[in-house]
């Protein structure tokens, strides 16, 4: 699965959009991007995924670049509940060798500040 | 309701004496894994299982086993814990690859201490 970089931690006003950028500038025609995030000890949770059209749903949108090197998640009202670490995973959806599936790098730590 | 279930979610053991943490999902998922989390390191894979009877390796299985009798369920079994062991543990599930909906579910965590 192609590396990803993720910025350490961003803060974001209450109520503003929050924009979490990920850049992964190795990827593969095949691997798509998967957004995850994590609130403190609690189990990983899904919030999209696309391949390299922009992708919205009831949680989050995901801008892809045209040129798939790069991605913004964007949680357009942010509340106090989003904050946690996000994670910026690329993989592919189809292969016939290696099925680990997800591999969580460091992320980037969310505070939404009151 | 759809989810991973973890038992026990906290548990405090000592060295050497075997343990066993539960994962079931109601979900039908082929593929189910193990990960461990620990700070500084991330989540990390421990085994994964592409279906029934079917496992293989994550990135550090050492000191630990799986066993995959059944769809839904997926024990982690520590035959003899070490203190390098204490972690917080998840277990996750998803269709297999191929399939339209591949996000995985996690469950809620273990933390293992083991003294």
């Known amino acids: 699965d192609a590396k990803t970089t993720q910025p350490t931690s961003m803060d974001c006003a209450e109520g503003r959009a929050a924009n979490l950028p990920c850049n992964h500038s190795?990827?593969?025609?095949?691997?798509?991007v998967y957004w995850y995030r994590q609130i403190h000890s609690q189990g990983p949770q899904y919030i999209i995924h696309g391949l390299k059209n922009n992708e919205t749903n009831e949680m989050a949108s995901l801008i892809i670049t045209e040129d798939r090197k790069s991605s913004t998640l964007i949680l357009p009202h942010a509340t106090l509940r989003d904050t946690a670490v996000y994670y910026c995973i690329v993989r592919v959806l189809i292969s016939s060798g290696s099925a680990r599936q997800l591999t969580f790098g460091s992320g980037t730590q969310l505070t939404v500040l009151p | 309701e759809a989810q991973v279930t973890q038992n026990p979610r906290y548990l405090i053991t000592v060295t050497g004496k075997k343990l066993t943490v539960t994962c079931s999902q109601n979900?039908?998922?082929?593929?189910m894994s193990w990960y461990r989390q620990d700070p500084g390191l991330g989540l990390r894979q421990i085994y994964y299982s592409m279906n029934v009877e079917v496992t293989d390796k994550g990135d550090v299985p050492e000191g630990y086993k799986v066993s995959r009798k059944e769809k839904r369920n997926f024990p982690l079994i520590l035959e003899s814990p070490s203190p390098n062991q204490t972690s917080l543990y998840f277990c996750?599930?998803?269709?297999?690859?191929?399939?339209?909906?591949?996000?995985?579910?996690f469950g809620q965590g273990t933390r293992l201490t083991v003294v």
């Open positions: 979900m039908n998922h082929e593929y």
């Open positions: 190795t990827i593969s025609g095949n691997e798509y």
């Open positions: 996750a599930s998803s269709f297999s690859q191929g399939a339209a909906n591949t996000e995985a579910f």
